[in-house]
């Protein structure tokens, strides 16, 4: 049976349905593919010291899909980026409205999370930028510019996606892949929780939380072809195996390339990132770790036999609906001091007197001065759509912690659940509440308070049950 997905996200203020597709209206896809790769030298984004890219490895891309079915539209894309601003996300969506008529709420822009992409905001970008500007009269290693470039040639994907549309068929299931990713917060002898332990510490105990082994896959088919032609793939696993200052698009590229060898040369990989807020890929029972390349073979030859194997199930009735809410959560609180402190830190942010901590700890309370600064800073958006009785897709803000994302794929009513990170903001990590009484990095580097993060299930969950 020919069927065609059809997406749509949408943000609004309280709870909203979008009218379900019957089933009797013909839906259509298109895919495309833009190079966000910025200038170099650029700074690079996710560690807290000043880098610079010197190369490139592979291009970063921006990987939009559009949805149509009668006058329903909708289109998500995802940017090999280690996080995206709101707004850049925002100027995007506005950018790919006005050009197409697909509404903003409709449009949701995700970032893989890729720690070997440009650094383009955050305080640390702001002080590194000023720094610059201070000593040479202009900033040698970033362009304002890229920014406002960045949202157009998002806005540019989505216009050349929406012009690409044609019907596909579309299916949806789970591949399992346990032997690449880890869970990096560990109980150690003395009772504390330590993320990254040293390779086989003896002090190590065991992992603090699990992992998430499913691989969400939706895939898109020509009618009559027998391979995809695309799939949107959500694996929960940080993007922090590249390394270096190359830019690249880190294991996903590997994972892209695999899947070609046994779909076909044409084949775009959407990945998406699953909850990792907790979780990559080291493993601490050995010396020898694995290179993104080997991971991404891995996943690849993994999904390649779900998929030839006749796992995934046809979605034969589309049934679209969609639900979102915004939450208003706090923001953690810090006195005149704590904020001075901070901004005294951040100038030695290259200096070897500054410990890891202190560094992670000056970033995160000067990156929640900046959303305090910014209108509905404190703002989070959830959202779930439902593409038929048994798949359904969840897209969340910033870096969240996989038992989270485990909770609501548990709750959800549907059989294959994506639950997508980093959409569209990011406000550094989302821990459990149980992460919160044990602190270690990721609970250092989060700017809400505790709670927020079950908060953010328990809306994720009441939209998927209203869909159901």
Not at 22 to 27: I, L, R
Not at 77 to 96: H, M, P, Q, Y
Not at 118 to 127: I, N, Q
Not at 249 to 255: G, H, I, Q, T, V
Request: net charge neutral.
């Amino acid at each position: 049976m020919r069927v065609v997905c059809c997406w749509a996200v949408c943000l609004v203020s309280s709870f909203v349905a979008i009218p379900a597709a019957t089933g009797s209206d013909e839906m259509g896809a298109g895919v495309a593919v833009i190079d966000i790769t910025p200038p170099i030298p650029f700074r690079l984004a996710g560690y807290f010291n000043e880098r610079l890219s010197t190369a490139t490895k592979d291009p970063l891309h921006a990987k939009a899909i559009v949805f149509q079915q009668g006058n329903e539209s909708a289109a998500l894309v995802f940017c090999d980026l280690v996080g995206i601003s709101r707004s850049v996300s925002l100027a995007a969506r506005e950018k790919a409205s006005k050009a197409t008529g697909i509404p903003v709420e409709h449009i949701v822009v995700t970032a893989t999370h890729s720690h070997t992409a440009p650094l383009f905001y955050s305080a640390l970008h702001d002080y590194l930028h000023e720094r610059e500007i201070a000593k040479h009269g202009n900033d040698r290693y970033d362009s304002t510019a890229y920014r406002a470039e960045l949202a157009d040639k998002i806005a540019s994907a989505i216009v050349q996606a929406k012009s690409a549309q044609e019907p596909v068929e579309l299916k949806s299931g789970y591949a399992h892949e346990n032997r690449v990713s880890f869970n990096r917060r560990y109980y150690m002898k003395d009772g504390s929780v330590r993320f990254n332990p040293p390779i086989q510490d003896p002090n190590i105990v065991r992992p603090a939380g699990p992992i998430d082994p499913q691989v969400g896959i939706v895939s898109l088919t020509k009618p009559g072809a027998k391979e995809p032609k695309a799939a949107i793939i959500s694996f929960a696993m940080h993007l922090d195996t590249t390394g270096g200052t190359l830019y690249s698009a880190d294991y996903p590229k590997s994972f892209e390339d695999r899947l070609k060898l046994a779909v076909g040369k044409d084949f775009t990989l959407l990945f998406a990132t699953g909850t990792c807020g907790d979780i990559n890929h080291r493993d601490v029972s050995t010396p020898k770790q694995r290179t993104a390349e080997m991971l991404g073979e891995m996943l690849g030859e993994t999904v390649a036999k779900t998929i030839a194997g006749g796992e995934l199930t046809t979605i034969g009735k589309p049934s679209l609906a969609t639900r979102s809410v915004k939450l208003k959560v706090p923001l953690q609180s810090y006195s005149e001091l704590e904020i001075a402190g901070a901004k005294k830190n951040m100038t030695r942010i290259d200096s070897r007197g500054l410990s890891f901590m202190d560094a992670v700890e000056a970033n995160k309370i000067l990156d929640t001065q900046l959303l305090r600064d910014q209108e509905n800073n404190s703002s989070l958006e959830v959202q779930a759509f439902r593409l038929d009785q048994n798949t359904a897709i969840v897209s969340l803000p910033s870096e969240i912690f996989v038992e989270l994302g485990l909770k609501i794929k548990a709750a959800s009513p549907f059989k294959t659940t994506l639950v997508i990170e980093l959409a569209n903001d990011d406000l550094c990590y989302i821990p459990t509440l149980k992460a919160f009484g044990e602190g270690s990095y990721e609970v250092t580097n989060s700017c809400v308070q505790p709670g927020t993060g079950e908060k953010l299930v328990e809306a994720a969950t009441t939209l998927l049950k209203q869909l159901k």
